[in-house]
């Protein structure tokens, strides 16, 4: 065991390489990129610089606020009629539960304008948010350990942040992604910080949005985390009750429908970056570079079969992993995170903006103490965060396109970098 000295001398060291890293990876990824295809000759392939502007300006798209606000609408205009069957707009895929800020926004008076730009301020706070807690897990974590945060590392994260394509991508579009990318960072912390039962509530509203994250339920159970179980529980039940008492008994249970229909319909456009993404675009089943919103993929039996088949896999192996003394821990808790995205075949860009707070976690709580550097964690984290289009002048060249779902390969990584770590690690689990 290093002694407090040595560990803040390391840490001293390390948080100019976490700088070092995260400048490069921006550097190459933004810059190499478009000199390596200019010198290819084959044009821009495109960069993350608006996002980034539409960040800076408070300017998003409503990709998520508009069908949640025309719900709204069509059902004060039509309160007998069901909410799901609504033609006004494609499928409302989020739960009723999700709707009740903006809910409470109708009744404050705030009209259409005035709901986007609030909906924009707080996704904006929320991106920032993400950096905040990133750092405060880390200086948690260092200090657990002896040491503090330099400028240097809240830098890097602070850059790794802004610099991070799913979390700002899914800002310009306007998406409910951007808070609960917010919220599952703050999920870890609270996690590694001991406040479980508040962890399992905050669970429950992440699973409100996205149902995909009941996964962390199960993982709950399983990992017998009895409080947190409960605290989800209890939450669950309240939005439940808080939702029947807006929208009644039957628009809720119609949501089950919807959840049924979504497992039997996708897109393959290069942005869902699943399973089923990656198999339809390697079979040029549908869309890869063009997107229609409202067209989706033509289903293929064998490959709903292999989608299904690969995330019970990716379930189980989080689930039944010995992790030894990560079981129940942080590290745990993030991959079964990563696997709840991943598994789903609908795993949108912007859905992996958890990677931030999983990877501010990685960093701070064992990788920047190594002596050896981490390049599984790098490439990994190098995949997750970057905007990498150059892999879309594969999308033509049969097998080679597979390459153009590197996000979800990188998730992967991460996950196993996970689990390899609880084989290595005899410190104290966090």
Sequence with gaps: MRS?????????????????????????????????????????????????????????????????????????????????????????????????????????????????????????????????????????????????????AALAVVLATLGCYPLLKGYSLGNAQTFLSFGFTLLLLLWTTGREGWAGALAALLSAVKPQFVLLLVWMLVRRRWGAAAAFAACAALLLVASVAVFGWQNNLDYLGVLAGLSHKAQSHYANQSMFGTINRMIFNGENLLYHPYVYTPYVP?????????SLLLVGLALLYPWKALRGTTADLAAMGIVSVAASPMAWEHHYGIVVGIAAWAWFAHACWWERRPWVLAVAVFLCLNFLPAFNYLADLRGWNVLQSYLYFGALALMGWLMHLSRETDETAV
């Design 4 to 152: 407090i000295q040595s560990q803040r001398l390391g840490a001293g060291t390390h948080d100019r390489r976490l700088l070092g890293f995260v400048l490069v990876s921006l550097l190459l990824a933004n810059v190499g990129q478009w000199a390596l295809c200019r010198a290819l000759h084959l044009g821009n392939p495109g960069n993350m610089l608006p996002d980034l502007k539409a960040f800076f300006h408070l300017r998003q798209w409503t990709d998520s606020w508009l069908p949640m606000m025309k719900s709204l609408d069509y059902f004060r205009a039509h309160p007998n009629l069901p909410i799901y069957d609504a033609k006004l707009y494609d499928t409302l895929i989020y739960s009723l539960a999700s709707e009740l800020p903006l809910v409470a926004m109708r009744k404050l008076g705030l009209s259409d304008a005035a709901m986007l730009r609030t909906l924009a301020i707080l996704s904006f706070a929320a991106v920032w948010g993400v950096a905040a807690v990133s750092i405060a897990m880390g200086r948690w974590l260092l200090r657990r350990r002896g040491a503090e945060m330099t400028l240097p």
């Design 302 to 310: 064998w490959v709903y079969r292999v989608t299904v088949a690969s």
